[in-house]
């Protein structure tokens, strides 16, 4: 809602400054999106006569013009407007004005001397106008200041409105609301009913009164439709943004904004019999004012004469029955369509109108007959004419009910946290305009036809604190008794997780829940996903069930962006089919990362090679340092099938690690392998408790041992099964070679350990370290047919 502040004044008017009436309005509900300037900033511009305009003697198309400026006196100015003319009002700029964008001085054109500008609109900032000089009415008073005379010191002010707001649509909605806020007082128009001068009226018929339950209407003869729409009428219109386009569209429009009640005006001639208020027939159809023919629904209201459809119901009116130049004789309709009826009639038929707009939000029900007789005293002040009776038809069963609502006072205090008093809050419900009476303890409150949105006794609350003001309710400190939170050394939060991953070099992305099915079926192999009943987009139909679908798409954006080395992580939830779940799916919370591209950033100390497998091996097991990890052989429906395996904490599977598969490789386009992991959070939060190990005083013993095996020996199963039976002075068994060559058949592999013994009490002599030695070879020969190689 865009208003002019000047209009707003002119019925309220409250000691603060526009910038304090804007803050007002905001804290009290109604948000003020805008405030800006009706005019440009400009000074030194009055009102002038054109005395004479003489062509100049060394050019065609310039004037040489002699210009009375009133107490300025008069000045030679040479012009170049098509337009200037002797006699003509004008708005002129003195040397030494400051117009948008340039200085006016004292110039010689042409060889003559020009004391000054006459400008246009667009000169002076107000609108894009290129038809020659801005002309002012014969009466402008010549020699007054162009900004006082235009009331270009006003403010235009737009409201981000609520829907539950629709009684400050309008300017008296708007000062009633300032009123109530400063207790200033409220001016409003006054509006006496116009005496009818003949008789002549038409019948109204309420077909569906469920829509329509007040009509009034009456008709005006003998108006002049070409009579000009008064200047300071289409200024207030104009600055609250609609266009001025005729005397009696502009009155209906101005009574509108002012009153907040849309009216139509029909030209009486065009129409037959009596008005009714219906639905469509079958396959009837309207030409409307923005010259689009509908075929309205079924449930949509029209405004109907005996013959034919005249306008859509609170929507638009219909092209044959408007207002033209021809016009002589109106009927002018002024109705109450409840909000049901309205809402989204406009916008399935892809528009909007400011009557739509108001009437699916509310209009107060009692207003009609009002806006009628205001609109009707306009039209004749201003068209002239004679107007006959209001008809009014009504079916009050139908029309909104404003029920009592009971505010408790003790309900209020516990409510706001703050006692306001009896009195203060009896005046805050006065001042809204609310009647009531008071019972006991509490007030019996009847809101208002224009209030729509007060039902229960949190509503008459509400609007007592802010009318009170927000501000203006004490916000003491909380007093509490405060504690430390435990916080357990044998786990740690999320937050220290994303640490260490960021510290190794990798970049958190957080991704969409929603994914394409697509992905799920790629990457998961997941049939069955759980999806979604109302997705925001079609490729985001289902969630997932992994978060290595959302890495690969994040690597495929970056890929686009020629981003060679990528590393991102991610920690969030994944939504599995579950029946066992109350919501009928587990929501775990997992970690996953993504490498692709060089494994270090390009530098001259090392050679460049592409980040593999072993390189986020590395990276995983650091983070769950000082833990051990171990990993198996696994078949995973997004990871390559030689190069993937499950990561085993303690025997427990807890996550999947390896290469992407080939054929998403392809299918992403993506230009080397990325490997990526993806485990539970939870058993990265568990941390072990330090535990105190003895360090030995005395030396160790190191032995290399070369074992001959089968060539699908795992070398994880086959480095625990050694340390499972080795001695307790065992520290250490390390893999440091793997040889197939000579010496070595192809069916086999030769793997290299060290192992590093010490003991705590005592110098291990060779007989100690060969017993172990020996004691692994045999352990390895038994389980996995291993020979010790010479």
């Given at each position: 809602m865009q208003f002019s502040e000047s209009w707003l004044r002119a019925l309220v008017n409250p000691p603060l400054s526009t910038a304090e009436l804007c803050h007002l309005l905001?804290?009290?509900?109604?948000?003020?999106?805008?405030?800006?300037?009706?005019?440009?900033?400009?000074?030194?511009?009055?009102?002038?006569?054109?005395?004479?305009?003489?062509?100049?003697?060394?050019?065609?198309?310039?004037?040489?013009?002699?210009?009375?400026?009133?107490?300025?006196?008069?000045?030679?100015?040479?012009?170049?407007?098509?337009?200037?003319?002797?006699?003509?009002?004008?708005?002129?700029?003195?040397?030494?004005?400051?117009?948008?964008?340039?200085?006016?001085?004292?110039?010689?054109?042409?060889?003559?001397?020009?004391?000054?500008?006459?400008?246009?609109?667009?000169?002076?900032?107000?609108?894009?106008?290129?038809?020659?000089l801005l002309t002012l009415p014969a009466d402008a008073p010549i020699g007054r200041n162009i900004r006082s005379y235009l009331n270009l010191d006003d403010y235009l002010i737009t409201l981000k409105l609520t829907p539950n707001r629709a009684d400050c649509l309008s300017l008296t909605g708007?000062?009633?609301?300032?009123?109530?806020?400063?207790?200033?007082?409220?001016?409003?128009?006054?509006?006496?009913?116009?005496?009818?001068?003949?008789?002549?009226?038409?019948?109204?018929?309420?077909?569906?009164?469920?829509?329509?339950?007040?009509?009034?209407?009456?008709?005006?003869r003998g108006v002049n439709s070409k009579a000009a729409t008064p200047d300071w009428m289409k200024q207030r219109i104009e600055r609250c943004g609609?266009?001025?386009?005729?005397?009696?569209?502009?009155?209906?429009?101005?009574?509108?904004?002012?009153?907040?009640?849309?009216?139509?005006?029909?030209?009486?001639?065009?129409?037959?019999?009596?008005?009714?208020?219906?639905?469509?027939?079958?396959?009837?159809?309207?030409?409307?004012?923005?010259?689009?023919?509908?075929?309205?629904?079924?449930?949509?209201?029209?405004?109907?004469?005996?013959?034919?459809?005249?306008?859509?119901?609170?929507?638009?009116?219909?092209?044959?029955?408007?207002?033209?130049?021809?016009?002589?004789?109106?009927?002018?309709?002024?109705?109450?369509?409840?909000?049901?009826?309205?809402?989204?009639?406009?916008?399935?038929?892809?528009?909007?109108?400011?009557?739509?707009?108001?009437?699916?939000?509310?209009?107060?029900?009692?207003?009609?007959?009002?806006?009628?007789?205001?609109?009707?005293?306009?039209?004749?002040?201003?068209?002239?004419?004679?107007?006959?009776?209001?008809?009014?038809?009504?079916?009050?069963?139908?029309?909104?009910?404003?029920?009592?609502?009971?505010?408790?006072?003790?309900?209020?205090?516990?409510?706001?946290?703050?006692?306001?008093?009896?009195?203060?809050?009896?005046?805050?419900v006065a001042g809204m305009g609310f009647a009531y009476v008071r019972e006991n303890d509490a007030l019996v409150v009847t809101p208002p036809s224009w209030r729509f949105d007060i039902e229960i006794e949190e509503d008459l609350i509400e609007e007592i604190v802010r009318l009170h003001g927000y501000d203006n309710i004490p916000a003491p400190p909380p007093t509490a008794r405060c504690e430390m939170l435990p916080l357990p050394e044998a786990s740690r939060g999320p937050m220290a997780v994303r640490h260490l991953l960021a510290e190794r070099g990798f970049h958190e992305v957080v991704n969409?829940?929603?994914?394409?099915?697509e992905w799920e079926a790629d990457f998961c192999a997941n049939a069955n996903p759980v999806r979604l009943a109302n997705p925001i987009a079609s490729q985001m139909g289902v969630m997932r069930s992994s978060l290595i679908g959302g890495l690969v798409g994040t690597l495929v954006s970056n890929l686009k962006r020629q981003a060679e080395r990528v590393r991102v992580f991610e920690v969030g939830r994944c939504f599995i089919n579950d029946a066992a779940q109350d919501t009928g799916y587990d929501q775990p919370l997992r970690v996953a990362a993504l490498i692709s591209g060089p494994a270090q950033p390009e530098q001259w100390g090392l050679l460049m090679r592409t980040a593999d497998f072993y390189d986020l091996k590395g990276d995983l097991e650091a983070l769950f340092a000082p833990r051990?990890?171990?990993?198996?052989?696994?078949?995973?429906?997004?990871?390559?099938?030689?190069?993937?395996?499950?990561?085993?904490?303690?025997?427990?599977?807890?996550?999947?690690?390896?290469?992407?598969?080939?054929?998403?490789?392809?299918?992403?386009?993506?230009?080397?392998?990325?490997?990526?992991?993806?485990?539970?959070?939870?058993?990265?939060?568990?941390?072990?408790?330090?535990?105190?190990?003895?360090?030995?005083?005395?030396?160790?013993?190191?032995?290399?041992?070369?074992?001959?095996?089968p060539q699908q020996t795992e070398v994880r199963r086959l480095q625990d099964a050694l340390q499972e039976v080795a001695p307790g002075y065992v520290r250490a068994i390390r893999l440091f070679d793997v040889y197939q060559g000579k010496g070595v058949t192809p069916e086999s592999k030769s793997l290299a350990f060290r192992v590093v013994m010490q003991d705590t009490e005592k110098t291990l002599a060779d007989n100690d370290a060969d017993a172990a030695i020996a004691k692994l070879v045999q352990t390895a020969a038994e389980r996995f047919g291993a020979q010790l190689r010479k």
């Open positions: 905001t804290m009290a509900g109604l948000e003020v999106e805008e405030c800006r300037p009706a005019g440009a900033d400009f000074s030194h511009v009055v009102v002038a006569r054109i005395l004479t305009a003489e062509k100049h003697p060394d050019a065609d198309k310039l004037k040489l013009c002699s210009v009375d400026t009133g107490e300025h006196g008069v000045l030679q100015i040479v012009c170049g407007a098509p337009n200037a003319a002797a006699g003509l009002i004008v708005p002129c700029a003195l040397v030494g004005a400051q117009l948008p964008g340039i200085e006016i001085k004292k110039v010689k054109v042409r060889g003559i001397e020009s004391f000054g500008m006459l400008c246009s609109a667009r000169e002076l900032g107000l609108y894009e106008d290129h038809g020659g708007i000062a009633r609301e300032v009123a109530a806020l400063t207790g200033a007082p409220l001016t409003l128009p006054s509006i006496d009913p116009v005496a009818a001068v003949h008789d002549e009226a038409r019948g109204v018929v309420l077909d569906v009164p469920a829509a329509c339950p007040r009509y009034c209407g009456r008709i005006v609609v266009r001025y386009i005729s005397a009696l569209v502009d009155v209906t429009n101005y009574v509108m904004l002012e009153l907040g009640q849309p009216l139509h005006a029909f030209d009486d001639a065009e129409l037959s019999g009596a008005i009714h208020v219906r639905y469509p027939n079958a396959g009837e159809q309207l030409l409307l004012l923005n010259e689009q023919t509908v075929t309205p629904r079924v449930d949509t209201a029209l405004i109907a004469d005996e013959a034919k459809p005249l306008a859509m119901a609170g929507i638009m009116g219909g092209e044959h029955s408007g207002i033209s130049d021809a016009t002589t004789d109106l009927f002018l309709e002024s109705a109450f369509f409840t909000p049901d009826a309205i809402a989204g009639k406009a916008r399935a038929l892809g528009f909007s109108s400011d009557a739509s707009y108001r009437y699916e939000r509310g209009v107060d029900f009692e207003l009609q007959r009002r806006a009628l007789e205001r609109a009707t005293q306009l039209i004749i002040d201003i068209c002239g004419g004679q107007p006959g009776p209001v008809v009014e038809t009504v079916a009050p069963e139908h029309l909104p009910e404003r029920a009592p609502v009971r505010l408790r006072l003790p309900r209020v205090a516990r409510v706001l946290g703050i006692e306001l008093g009896f009195a203060r809050i009896e005046k805050l969409y829940s929603f994914v394409a099915a051990s990890l171990s990993f198996a052989r696994v078949t995973h429906p997004a990871l390559h099938p030689g190069r993937a395996a499950c990561v085993l904490l303690y025997g427990r599977e807890i996550g999947v690690i390896g290469e992407i598969h080939p054929r998403w490789q392809q299918q992403y386009e993506l230009a080397v392998a990325a490997v990526v992991f993806e485990v539970e959070l939870a058993a990265l939060l568990a941390t072990p408790m330090p535990a105190y190990r003895e360090v030995s005083r005395f030396p160790a013993v190191v032995r290399d041992i070369a074992l001959v095996v």
